[in-house]
């Protein structure tokens, strides 16, 4: 697999006697999107602490690519109300970044307009775009997204996710994203990875979506639920509103399929 960015093989991690990760197999590829999904508890943050290298599995492999860059979105970032830090200042916070290029990221988010707003005046949406401007600050090859529309309203998220796919689309990175929004971020993935300790499904979301261990994970109306076709002819704002026609109406479903895997674990298939 020579365009992998990362690849992790049969990792396992255990913490105070628990299982957190049993064999996970894992890879991201230049300009792919995978999304992991699954339960509370499941060990989604455990699994890109592992990515990241902030953590070291009990056993199993962690391969990345030489000198790869990352570029990590938080789920959320805690600011104390006190501490007088502009939007700005914050992204240059990142080194090498002036005024000049924390503009141009923040623009090409959405969230120009920010730039000079006190980090911790901003909205929810606005915040989501800034943490999301720092990431591509370092010019990544591979982006880790957690949660990325913690934080949204719902009229929001489908265009933050339609968002992260014109970044993959611009940049040919490779994206691992963790999310608990099925019905939204199902289409917008190219892979969907259903971990539960242990990977029990993963592959294209229109297969991922109807397989068995899918739906005793989510119930049995998750197959109603994953698949969501976004059709509009209008754009929002950073807070959700409905700001301006589009010049056409776009569907980010995918269509095609492909095969999906049942993990090593899994007792279905």
């Known amino acids: 697999m020579s365009d992998a960015l990362i690849r992790l093989t049969d990792v396992s991690v255990t913490r105070a006697g628990q299982s957190v990760l049993e064999n996970i197999q894992l890879s991201v590829r230049s300009g792919e999107i995978v999304t992991l999904i699954g339960p509370n508890g499941a060990g989604k943050t455990t699994l890109v602490r592992a990515v990241l290298g902030l953590l070291k599995p009990d056993s199993g492999d962690v391969w ?12 959320k970032l805690q600011v ?24 141009a990221a923040l623009v090409e988010v959405g969230a120009g ?10 909205s929810g949406g606005e915040m989501q775009r800034v943490l999301l401007a720092r990431a591509l600050l370092r010019e990544p090859e591979l982006l880790v997204l957690d949660e990325p529309v913690q934080g949204v309203d719902v009229a929001g998220q489908a265009e933050l996710y339609a968002l992260i796919t014109q970044l993959r689309n611009r ?5 691992l994203m963790v999310s608990h929004d099925l019905h939204l971020v199902m289409s917008t993935t190219d892979q969907v990875v259903c971990l539960n300790r242990h990977v029990c499904c993963s592959g294209h979301p229109a297969q991922v979506s109807n ?40 569907d980010h479903s995918h269509p095609h399929t492909h095969d999906h895997d049942h993990g090593d674990s899994c007792k279905h298939g």
């Open 80 to 103: 104390d109300a006190t501490l007088p830090l502009s939007v700005l200042r914050f992204l240059r916070l990142v080194p090498g970044v002036d005024r000049n290029k924390a503009r």
């Open 211 to 250: 397989d068995p261990a899918f739906v005793e994970l989510f119930g049995q109306h998750a197959p109603n639920l994953a698949i969501y076709h976004h059709h509009h002819d209008h754009a929002h704002d950073l807070h959700g509103g409905v700001c301006q026609p589009a010049l056409a109406a776009r």
């Open 64 to 75: 990345r690519k030489p000198k790869l860059r990352v570029g990590y979105m938080p789920q």
């Open 113 to 122: 307009k920010v730039i000079d707003s006190p980090l911790q005046g901003i």
């Open 171 to 175: 940049h040919n990175c490779g994206v």
